[in-house]
Nanobody, 122 residues
Framework: VQLQASGGGLVQPGGSLTLSCAASGFTLNTYYIGWIRRAPGKEREGVACIHKNGRTTYYKDPVKGRFTISRDVANNTFYLQMSSLKPEDTAVYYC????????????????WGQGTQVTVSS
């Protein structure tokens, strides 16, 4: 199982960014997938996840209504669309996957991508 995150960058407050995660070694409809972030000086925190059924999602409260997790099974890629970004969203974002765990606790995921930096600043 391999995950490759991309799409991070510098964005102004209020702006938007979409992260992508290319998966290999498994298909997205057989694993639970999600996004975890780590802000400077803080612990890792779960952001969003999507069930292997492709319909059920869960979001951390601070990002509800602003972030959307989605997947493209045909291309084996999943996404995190982020809008109305705030400086407190600045973090390294990791895409994650697990065969049996559905949720956003960082410790629940066995497979991690390498992370992509998102910086929200004017």
């Amino acid at each position: 199982v391999q995950l490759q995150a991309s799409g991070g960058g510098l964005v102004q407050p209020g702006g938007s960014l979409t992260l992508s995660c290319a998966a290999s070694g498994f298909t997205l409809n057989t694993y639970y997938i999600g996004w975890i972030r780590r802000a400077p000086g803080k612990e890792r925190e779960g952001v969003a996840c999507i069930h292997k059924n492709g319909r059920t999602t869960y979001y951390k409260d601070p990002v509800k209504g602003r972030f959307t997790i989605s997947r493209d099974v045909a291309n084996n890629t999943f996404y995190l669309q982020m809008s109305s970004l705030k400086p407190e969203d600045t973090a390294v974002y990791y895409c994650v996957a697990d065969k049996i765990y559905f949720g956003i606790h960082p410790g629940g995921f066995d497979y991690w991508g390498q992370g992509t930096q998102v910086t929200v600043s004017s």
